[in-house]
């Protein structure tokens, strides 16, 4: 079977292209994007596809100046020659990553995918056609594993979601150079793929090529983990759904999901983790930031008192009440939090982030840390209940060696913090007393200083962001 029947089998076993009449694809010039419009276009016929109905569409990054305009044109002049549509979209990607405080690799594949389906929606268009290979999904297996994913992330890349299809997902980068080769048609290199800057790259050039020393079959090993993964994942999903609609139910009032603890404690611990983040998703409409110990810490409030809370991503709130496990998205004062400290371990910030807490000797500690978003306390000087938590009246810091004061709400205004986030600015305290105004403020009273015998380490993390 050659290259373009392995090709038209793939996109018949997942039937991507199943009463499709207008399709959109995503090409940026290079030799997989090349390589799927020019193969989609020769079986355009057989799938009742007119060309004039197939929309290219490109993003330039803005990253790489010339280089990225001759792609550009070379992208037009190809879809040009082919009798599809062109349609250009250009932003500058470092800004937009900066403005969305994300990686320029994220904020670049938000962009495009955004792209995709503006213009899906203005042609009406049934698919987005985009160009992943084998070797993409063995990059997304390794990266996913490497973050700490779990059975969907062992999954790597669908080939169809939604109205998304990858057509290429079954073939191999020297597959698709060989065809190209052998049909004469020419495609740009981004340089910036070269390189190791990304970590995407750096999979692809330090991690898989020493993995292929081990053995040379490692990508289709990968790849065929992936695929016996996805269907694991995709039964366990399925089920957990089912369960979560049969032994929970949507309430108004919590704007979230209650789920009967008796019944779903009786599901294997895989599917009742499954079954807890569902829920979570669900109240959340979202997945992102959703990780391992979350679901855990929720599970584990199952076995708990009556009245126990967990807090979670997204101000979402976890509680068991009288044999029922409420994940609430939106109950009154859900923006406020009081979350006491009292022993070592990570604590969820609702809606901002996590606080890693450490009780560290004195005599270990060879610098006491500078950094903005790591503040190191004198344990010894603590006393009363120890919080992160949302600001109070009669909150204050104590701001000199002399005892001198300030009010919190004064600490706010001198740092010109919007008055819409001050009431839900995190705060480290003692009662009234506020330790460490998160990202602006710290009490001189809790410095470390040459008595201090132990010293707790408060690291903050915002959500999304590894520097806080």
């Known amino acids: 079977m050659n290259f373009i029947e392995n090709i038209r089998s793939y996109i018949d076993e997942y039937n991507m292209l199943s009463d499709v009449k207008n399709l959109v694809v995503g090409i ?12 989609l276009c020769m079986l355009a016929d057989d799938y009742g596809i007119e060309r004039k109905n197939i929309y290219g569409v490109h993003v330039n990054h803005m990253l790489r100046g010339a280089e990225a305009d001759r792609d550009e044109l070379f992208v037009k002049e190809l879809c040009g020659r082919l009798g599809v549509h062109f349609v250009v979209f250009k932003k500058d990607i470092n800004a937009y990553a900066k403005e969305c405080g994300c990686s320029v690799e994220e904020a670049g594949r938000s962009y495009r995918y955004s792209c995709f389906e503006e213009v899906r929606k203005k042609y009406n268009a049934d698919k987005i056609a985009v160009a992943h290979n084998r070797g993409d999904m063995a990059e997304t297996v390794i990266f996913n594993i490497l973050r700490g994913s779990g059975l969907k992330g062992l999954a790597g890349i669908s080939p169809v979601r939604d109205k998304i299809i990858r057509p290429l997902l079954g073939s191999t980068r020297g597959e698709i ?29 330090n991690i898989i090529p020493q ?30 759904v089912y369960c979560m609609a049969e032994y929970g139910k949507y309430d108004d009032t919590e704007k979230g999901i209650i789920l009967d603890i008796d019944k779903i404690a009786r599901k294997d611990r895989v599917l009742l983790e499954y079954i807890v983040r569902e829920a979570i998703i669900k109240t959340a409409g979202k997945q992102k930031d959703i990780g391992r110990k979350h679901i855990k810490s ?13 807090f979670l991503p997204y101000g979402i709130v976890a509680r068991k009440s009288y044999g029922t496990l409420i994940i609430s998205g939106g109950v009154a004062d859900s923006a406020k939090y009081d979350i006491e400290i009292s022993e070592p371990g990570a ?29 190191m306390v004198d344990y010894g000087k603590i006393h009363g209940k120890f919080c992160i938590r949302t600001p109070k009246a009669g909150d204050y810091i104590i701001i000199d060696g002399m005892g001198n004061s300030k ?22 305290a003692c009662g009234s007393e506020i330790i460490w105004v998160i990202g602006l403020r710290y009490n001189v009273n809790y410095k470390v200083d040459e008595a201090t015998k132990e010293i707790l380490c408060l690291e903050y993390e915002g959500e999304g962001d590894e520097n806080g």
Not at 412 to 428: A, E
Request: charged share 25%; hydrophobic share 35%.
């Open 298 to 310: 929720v599970v584990d409030l199952m076995y708990g008192e009556t009245g126990k809370t967990v």
């Open 177 to 205: 150079e060989a065809y190209l080769k052998a049909c004469n048609q020419d495609f740009c290199n981004d340089s910036t793929n070269d390189t190791t800057h990304y970590d995407r790259n750096k999979i692809r050039h």
């Open 347 to 375: 604590y969820t910030v609702p809606g901002h982030g996590s606080l890693s807490v450490s009780l560290l000797k004195k005599d270990n500690v060879a610098e006491v840390s500078k950094k903005i978003y790591t503040k």
């Open 407 to 428: 009010k919190l709400s004064r600490v706010f205004i001198d740092s010109k913090i919007d008055r819409t986030l001050r009431d839900t600015w995190p705060v480290v």
């Open 211 to 240: 993995m292929e020393t081990i053995n040379s079959n490692a990508i289709n090993h990968i790849c065929d983990i992936a695929d016996e993964a996805g269907r694991d994942y995709e039964f366990i999903h399925d089920r957990a």
């Open 28 to 39: 940026s010039g290079g030799a997989d994007s090349v390589c799927l419009m020019v193969v």
